[in-house]
């Protein structure tokens, strides 16, 4: 009776797997074929560099998050999301004291037009043209130079990069650090900036196809260096 069991069974793994590959029989036991362990060795090798490209990912992403309540992916994420969400609520306030201050400037502007031309219709003296600034930037701005602390460009998803600027505060400043973001023409997700103790945090998240983290930074910090730059005061006056 148990001879006819075990050649039963013996003809059974002899004549192939399920899949087709064909497997051997070794004291009872069926072995996968060379062709199989290669497939599964392939799977397993996708599998680990799969997570070690995620784990990357996190990494990166910790490293711009301010606030990492714990270090599981599912905390990281979530932090991640809550912290892009309170940058978007700083850019509406940003926006809107941005605002305010250039009406307030256009106000002082046009008083100060006024006046001027309420003293010429007075007293008639002889008046020059004005110096015009190659910059369009207000007086304060165009004297400002950025004194810059740190500058970090990551990669955190795909296409996606975030800069993290901090330079010392200065009058003048974020003006001049807006309008040389403006004139990288970067496309912008979302951005802000914190003021902290005698220095500024600017913070971007950018979308980019062209660039990676080190040529943006080269890019950034050549913009800041040209605008850094003492201009010439013959090329930027009319008579």
Do not use: W
Request: charged share 25%; aromatic share 4%.
């Amino acid at each position: 009776m148990y001879g006819s069991l075990e050649d039963a069974l013996s003809s059974h793994y002899d004549s192939g797997s399920p899949d087709g590959t064909t497997s051997s029989i070794t004291g009872g036991v069926a072995y996968p074929s060379a062709s199989a362990s290669a497939t599964t060795d392939k799977s397993i090798i996708t599998e680990r560099n799969g997570r070690k490209r995620l784990n990357e990912k996190l990494y990166a992403l910790r490293s711009v998050v301010p606030n990492i309540t714990k270090m599981d992916k599912a905390s990281t994420i979530k932090d991640a999301i809550m912290y892009v969400q309170q940058l978007q609520e700083e850019e509406k306030k940003l926006q809107a004291e941005i605002s305010e201050l250039e009406s307030m400037a256009e106000t002082k502007i046009s008083a100060s037009d006024e006046s001027d031309t309420d003293h010429l219709m007075i007293y008639s003296p002889p008046r020059k043209k004005k110096a015009m600034p190659a910059s369009s930037l207000p007086m304060y701005a165009r004297s400002t130079t950025i004194e810059l602390v740190e500058l970090k460009v990551s990669e955190i998803g795909d296409k996606i990069l975030t800069v993290s600027l901090t330079c010392h505060k200065k009058t003048g400043t974020m003006a001049k650090l807006c309008q040389i973001f403006e004139s990288l023409n970067l496309k912008v997700i979302t951005g802000s900036m914190t003021a902290m103790s005698g220095s500024l945090l600017h913070t971007l998240f950018v979308e980019t196809e062209k660039m990676n983290s080190v040529q943006l930074k080269a890019k950034i910090e050549a913009a800041i260096a040209e605008f850094d730059a003492p201009k010439s005061p013959v090329s930027s006056m009319s008579f």
